[in-house]
């Protein structure tokens, strides 16, 4: 059965022999070619161009993909169709479409003395401008053919003498500001308490500038990027290694300690105090990190520059728990947060605050035993206070009278200044009567 039916795919006479079949619609593409002088289209209006433009096409992928035999490739050289040239026939040729957009864009740059811009507005100048970039990019990524690289020559469009004029007067701009300003644009306004357009100017040129040092490093700039920066007096490379501008930082905060007689606050109106209280910040995170070399922890000690949170309180922090403590001794209880004096729940939130500090262990020990003090007790303290003599008399109570037990147990917790809530107190007194 099986030699049958290679028999029938194999013969002449019916017209099923592969290279047979082939080399007719061949001719057949041979023919509309040479009668209509152009390569056959996508036409659903006409099948049987439709038909050849999709057999042309399935033996153009197989020309590029080398799955033609020999035999196939000299009947196709024989009537004259030759893949690799592209420029013979259609619109829909590959490099035709390229080189009349090439030309569109070089009429464009002649009749407007400028590149095509991204102008949303008009869409052909729009694609136009898409269309550049996209040359630029494969120019410079070397995806061009010297046949493509010798047409854009012809048209005078060359990529890498090519500077944006945006991109120049960026530049402009910054050599501007450095020669008005005697320094490098900065982007510091976000430690200002009123922001002006001065400061966002600076810092948008402070981020093109950037933007310019990162391209260089990449090695994405031309030369003749790389000249016209040279021209403006434009460096990019830091003058001062980093550790340089650390201890610069540094010594500018030991000056400050040793004139003020303090360490730089976050809520100085003075900005230069508020940048040196965040650079500290900053060396201090780096220290509770090991970031700090040991270069820099002597130097920091040489310059008695103390960075434990240990050595001393702030004062506001000192006021605050001063404040509570004054109003549990005046009012025998724990400030409210469902109070309507707005002063009590502030030092509520206060309170909660230092407590959710202490659960993570952020006070220091000079904090804690400050705490201890003035008497104000959180919920661990509550077993060490609670003395054997009161459980006991609880407990014994509880045995005759359970809701008399509770009100003795919430009075003691009262004495003692304990701040605790409802639902705390309840549990508590679970505990204390079940063990």
């Known amino acids: 059965m099986f030699d049958r ?26 023919e509309f070619i040479s009668k209509n002088n152009r390569l056959p289209k996508a036409n659903k209006n ?7 433009y999709q057999s042309y096409s399935a033996n153009r992928r197989k020309f590029f993909s080398k799955e033609l035999s020999n035999k196939q490739l000299i009947f196709l050289r024989k009537h004259k169709i030759d893949f690799e040239d592209l420029s013979s026939f259609s619109g829909r040729d590959g490099y035709t479409r390229w080189s009349n957009r090439i030309k569109e864009i070089s009429a464009f740059i002649s009749k407007n003395n400028r590149l095509p811009k991204a102008n949303k507005n008009d869409k052909n100048e729009y694609n136009l401008y898409q269309n550049y970039c996209a040359n630029k990019r494969k120019f410079y990524a070397k995806e061009l053919s010297p046949k493509q690289q ?21 530049v402009l701009e910054i050599e501007d500001f450095i020669k008005s300003n005697g320094k490098n644009p900065k982007t510091h306004y976000a430690f200002k308490k009123s922001i002006t357009d001065e400061d966002i100017y600076q810092h948008k040129l402070y981020h093109a500038l950037a933007q310019i040092k990162r391209a260089k490093e990449k090695g994405k700039l031309s030369d003749t990027q790389l000249e016209f920066l040279e021209q403006h ?9 980093i550790l340089d501008r650390w201890k610069n930082k540094v010594l500018e905060i030991s000056d400050f300690i040793i004139t003020n007689e303090r360490y730089p606050k976050s809520s100085s109106k003075d900005i230069s105090e508020e940048k040196l209280y965040h650079a500290l910040a900053r060396i201090r995170r780096a220290k509770e990190k090991g970031k700090l070399s040991d270069t820099q922890l002597e130097f920091l000690e040489q310059h008695n520059i103390i960075l434990e949170n240990n050595t001393s309180i ?37 309170l909660a605050r230092i407590r959710r500090a202490k659960e993570k262990g952020k006070l220091s020990d000079t904090q804690l035993e400050f705490l201890e003090q003035k008497n104000i007790v959180f919920k661990e303290k509550f077993n060490r206070k609670l003395n054997k003599e009161d459980i006991l008399e609880i407990k014994r109570i509880y045995n005759d009278n359970p809701f008399m037990a509770f009100n ?28």
């Not at 109070?339 to 206060?350: N, Q």
Request: hydrophobic share 30%.
């Open 46 to 52: 006409d099948k049987n161009e439709y038909n050849l």
């Open 408 to 435: 003795v147990f919430k009075e003691i917790l009262r004495t003692k200044n304990y701040m605790i809530n409802k639902k705390e107190i309840k549990i508590l007194f679970e505990e204390i009567i079940n063990n």
């Open 150 to 170: 010798r047409f854009l020559e012809q048209h005078n469009i060359i990529f890498e003498n090519n500077i944006s004029d945006r991109w120049k007067n960026k």
């Open 233 to 241: 007096n434009i460096i990019l490379e830091n003058n001062t290694s």
């Open 314 to 350: 702030s004062d506001r922090w000192k006021n605050k728990v001063l404040e509570i403590s004054d109003f549990i001794i005046t009012n025998e209880r724990y400030p409210k947060s469902s109070s309507k004096d707005i002063r009590e729940e502030k030092l509520y939130h206060a």
């Open 5 to 30: 039916i290679k028999k029938i795919f194999n013969t002449k006479e019916d017209g099923r022999d592969g290279f047979t079949k082939w080399s007719k619609r061949i001719l057949e593409i041979s």
